[in-house]
């Protein structure tokens, strides 16, 4: 992976906020049992998120939200040099914390899952892009995102280096096949799609052939989407067409096959793989106790 951190601004925490409220209640609901009964009340002190793999870093200011969400006197810590986008070695420190024993133990679960699900995408999402890095071919998220956590998700893309497509269903339009199907064939959708379309929104049009392609861009669409479609044929529509529409090849594609698409010279690939199939990388949280106390412990 590249070590070279990819610029990407973190949502506004409105459009997250609402995410951290819900996995708060769902994990600490009427109160975390365990730290109340086990720990005193008033004893404070200091941990550590550290990586256990090698991983890009990503979810830091949303960890650090749902730290102070649970006590606002929580005092969080940056790591020189360690920040949304740069690549961890095992064993690196993430954040540093200091504040009540009780209230820390409390966040802890809910921390480690949104950065370990936002570290794991960016990683992944990284490794993929460095994989084509040499064929300056783009690749793309899509809509397959955990329900609630698109928003974040598409971000930890973006921060592994990934472009992100619209957000949803508001804010571009994509006509699949099922549009062409309701709206009674590939002109009837192409031509309302790109008639009615707000100033200033792109249009993408699903084709699954080198003739549907043609035909579509004969109707004046300037970006379309090669779904399902094998490397040669792809490869044909690319050296045709390139020079006067985007072209971005989806379906079929994985880790595996993603460098034969890509030597198609397609602008851009969009994978599903990106957010819905990932692996969350391995952080945890070690509490910093003096070596006569023992270990600390380990959330579950």
Not at 84 to 102: K, N, S, T, W
Not at 191 to 202: D, N, S, T, Y
Request: one cysteine or more.
């Amino acid at each position: 992976m590249s070590d070279q951190p990819h610029a990407a601004s973190v949502p506004p925490i409105s459009e997250w906020s609402v995410l951290l409220d819900l996995a708060l209640a769902e994990d600490i609901g009427s109160g975390d049992l365990t730290s109340t009964l086990v720990v005193d009340a008033d004893r404070s002190g200091r941990a550590r998120i550290e990586a256990r793999e090698g991983l890009v870093v990503a979810g830091l200011p949303v960890a650090r939200e749902v730290f102070h969400r649970v006590d606002e006197n929580i005092d969080l810590e940056g790591i020189p040099g360690v920040e949304d986008g740069v690549l961890a070695e095992p064993g690196q420190p993430l954040l540093r914390i200091h504040g009540r024993y009780a209230s820390i133990l409390s966040a802890e679960r809910t921390a480690l899952n949104f950065l370990g699900r936002l570290c794991g995408i960016a990683s992944q999402t990284r490794r993929l892009v460095d994989s084509v890095r040499d064929l300056r071919t783009d690749l793309v998220d899509t809509r397959k995102t955990t329900p609630g956590w698109r928003i974040l998700e598409k971000y930890a893309v973006a921060v592994g280096g990934g472009l992100n497509h619209r957000i949803g269903l508001f804010d571009a339009l994509l006509v699949k096949d099922n549009h062409i199907a309701a709206a009674g064939g590939l002109d009837s959708a192409v031509e309302r799609a790109l008639a009615k379309a707000p100033q200033g929104v792109p249009v993408q049009v699903e084709v699954e052939s080198e003739a549907m392609a043609d035909r579509a861009i004969e109707l004046g669409c300037r970006f379309l989407l090669l779904d399902n479609l094998d490397p040669a044929t792809i490869r044909c529509i690319v050296e045709r067409h390139a020079a006067e529409t985007v072209l971005e090849a989806s379906g079929g594609i994985a880790a595996t096959n993603l460098r034969e698409f890509a030597e198609t010279g397609v602008a851009r690939i969009s994978m599903g793989a990106l957010t819905h199939s990932v692996i969350a990388s391995d952080v945890a949280l070690e509490v910093d106790l003096l070596p006569a106390e023992g270990a600390g412990p380990k959330a579950r």
